[in-house]
């Protein structure tokens, strides 16, 4: 079914043939051509090949009928012989042809024709997307080694692929028995038409999604809004049991929609915006359910597929498809988008530099909708043949998806992994709120959190155990304001690591109302750890007043609070000298005080010098600079209340 998807998005050119040895078994095999039969085209063709009959349009038909089954090695064999008759064939051909090569090892060939390619059309998207990643297999390799992967389990010896999870539950596509005596042959693929499974996590008990949704024709990736009331599928052009077709009767494949009423699947619908004359495929849901990410070639489209999104109205109906621009979509297929609650959206591609064929890819939903920063997903995922329908738990980094990789039990295989370690650096800033002078946490602290130019970017409340937490950016400098009534507000600033991680930034708060009692320093409840005086001098300086200021307040406000002034010095001078300066610095302080209203008699003091001191600095001691600074401090101490 995957195959038939990426037909069905590829827009194939049919070329006619004019020559005449071996025409009408040439006829014959273009008829299966252009009727997508690329199976029967295959054999026939190679039939008329191995007899020496040579042509562009032949070789170029053989390369896309392996390509677009995903078989590289026919298709590197194919386009080489179309190469070596025109080495300058259109530019879709170079880059099906590097495509193939590296899908079979050949990467160094396939980045000389990738150099051709862009030097040739340098308009081409993934041309550009190629040169300006040129060491593209450095970067996967270092995208690589980040994931735990193992058989889902539930695989058979058909197409399995494209999963959906909810409610415990696995929702798949699969090519498997479909119960009827006489099963059902898709020409394009050789394989049995798909329909939906489904099955319990960790279980290999598969049972058929039995509901009017299966029919015989091809059904594929499923996604299910979160109350399992609606589902939306890809499904061929097909409904109540009419197939339709476009004016050259081929039938495309499209978008359905169906409800839940009373344990059954009803309402089947196609969505409004697909058509007979286009392909809409692989749904996928945004996390708040509000915009429906597909993949189609309708007009408008970049490239063979691209990444579309639509908005969902609240009364049900869509506005206009959106295509998602050339940051994701390229010439190639970009297709089976998943959208994480993360703001990621990881799809499909052959356009984007990678290993061969369809690899998976991660980019970032920006605010303003486009998409950033897009990454292969590394060689975990990622292999020479298809990888695509890739999908994630956020929460447990487990997840699936879809390759026909080597080594597998169908032609196409379910894989489930675990994510060990994020691609992209993700970090948390998170940190305990608590009071400075006792250490008791606050609940309740208003914590906000501001970018560098100081633009508000969040802001959460600390829980019951006083902690706060915000997604941040790596490499990112922030600021953190806490705030919380009867406490003074605190910003701080940090600079987040350029590694994935938590960041750890506690806040200790100032209590706006200091307690105080008889005995206790009142210039600590303002921090107040010296009245500064000019050398060598005893006049009350602009910076002194300010802290006196407040000292002030205080007794202005409480009447019966009586106050011991004490100045002290270092030991850097005769201990007479200190004496004699701490003394009239002291005596000066309580004079400002005493001129500003304070009553003279609450008021005592005197200068202790150096006889006071705090630590080990006493005369010949040698000492920096912050340890004589503890040694230089002024003092209010509280004699009565």
Known sequence: MKKFILLCLTVVSVFSFRCYSQQSKVNAADKKYDGYAYIDAIKTYERVARKGYKSEDMFKKLGNA???????????????????MNPSPEPEFYYRYAQSLKATGQTAQANKILDEFNSKYKDDNRGRLYKENTNYLDKIKTNSGRYNIEDAGINSQYSDYSTFVINNKIYFASARDTGNFSKRKHKWTGEYFTNLYMTDVDSAKVKKFKTALNTKFHESTPVLTKDGKTIYFTRNNYLDGKKGKNEDKITFIKIYKATLENGKWANIRELPFSSNNYSTAHPALSPDEKTLYFASDMPGSIGQSDIF???????????????????????GKETFPYVSNE?????????????????????????DGSISDIQNVGTDINSPKDDFAYTIDTATREGYFSSNKDGGRGSDDIYKFLETRRLKCSQELYGLITDEATGIILPGAKVSLYDRELNLKSTIYADDTGNYNFKVECKETYYVRAEKPEYNTKEVSIEIPDKTGKTNLPIALESAKCKVTIGDDLGKCFGIKMIYFDLDKSNIREEAALDLEKILDVLNENPKMKLDIRSHTDSRASHKYNEALSDRRAKSTIEWLITNGVAKNRLTGRGYGETELVNECSDGVKCSEEKHQENRRSEFIITAL
């Open 309 to 331: 999104k639509v908005s969902i109205n609240e009364n049900g109906d869509y506005g206009k498809p959106q295509n998602l621009g050339k940051s994701i979509n390229t010439e």
């Open 66 to 84: 392996y390509y677009f089954n995903s078989e590289f090695e026919g298709a590197a064999k194919w386009y080489g012989e179309l190469f070596a």
């Open 343 to 367: 703001n990621e959206i990881y799809f499909a591609s052959d356009g984007h530099p990678g290993l061969g064929g369809l690899d998976v890819f991660v980019g970032q939903i920006d605010p």
